[in-house]
């Protein structure tokens, strides 16, 4: 567990900086550009720190749904990832559409990026959970 989390914070902390501030990630997928300026640049002291501990939540579910359905090799655990961030963060586009539009961050971002956020969150989570892996087997 000690290795996976230390290959996972590095993990986090290479795809954050090359995904979001290298190659503009969010901005492309989304079109989001001034809530990606919000939450990664105006605001990313907290937001990264938020967002750390989100994605581990994250790949954490989808680590019990692999176990629920015995997925062992590499692509499974992978398409598991995927397809957890997708659920998870779907229920949250469900929920903030289904609300009032309010001036929270999340209500702004999913109404305007709307099912694109399902692309970019799984990419995101899908890359950080590969270079964990990788990086775990490094370290070992």
């Given at each position: 567990?000690?290795?996976?989390?230390?290959?996972?914070?590095l993990?986090?902390?290479?795809?954050?900086?090359?995904?979001?501030?290298?190659?503009?990630?969010?901005?492309?997928i989304?079109?989001a550009?001034?809530?990606?300026?919000?939450y990664?640049?105006?605001?990313a002291?907290?937001?990264?720190?938020?967002?750390?501990?989100?994605?581990?939540?994250?790949?954490?579910?989808a680590q019990?749904?692999?176990?629920?359905?015995?997925?062992?090799?590499?692509?499974s655990?992978?398409l598991?990832?995927?397809l957890?961030?997708?659920?998870?963060?779907g229920?949250f586009?469900?929920?903030?559409?289904?609300?009032?539009a309010s001036?929270?961050?999340?209500?702004r971002w999913?109404?305007?990026a709307?099912?694109?956020?399902?692309l970019?969150d799984?990419?995101?989570?899908?890359?950080?959970f590969s270079?964990?892996?990788?990086?775990e087997?490094?370290?070992?």
């Amino acid at each position: 567990m000690k290795s996976f989390l230390y290959a996972y914070v590095l993990a986090f902390a290479t795809v954050t900086t090359l995904a979001i501030y290298g190659w503009q990630l969010p901005q492309r997928i989304t079109g989001a550009n001034a809530l990606v300026r919000e939450y990664y640049v105006d605001n990313a002291g907290f937001n990264l720190l938020f967002e750390l501990v989100v994605v581990f939540v994250y790949i954490t579910i989808a680590q019990w749904i692999m176990k629920k359905v015995g997925a062992h090799d590499f692509s499974s655990r992978l398409l598991t990832v995927i397809l957890s961030t997708i659920g998870i963060s779907g229920a949250f586009l469900l929920f903030f559409l289904s609300r009032p539009a309010s001036s929270s961050f999340f209500s702004r971002w999913f109404r305007t990026a709307r099912h694109w956020t399902l692309l970019y969150d799984a990419i995101l989570v899908g890359s950080i959970f590969s270079l964990s892996v990788w990086l775990e087997r490094r370290l070992r």
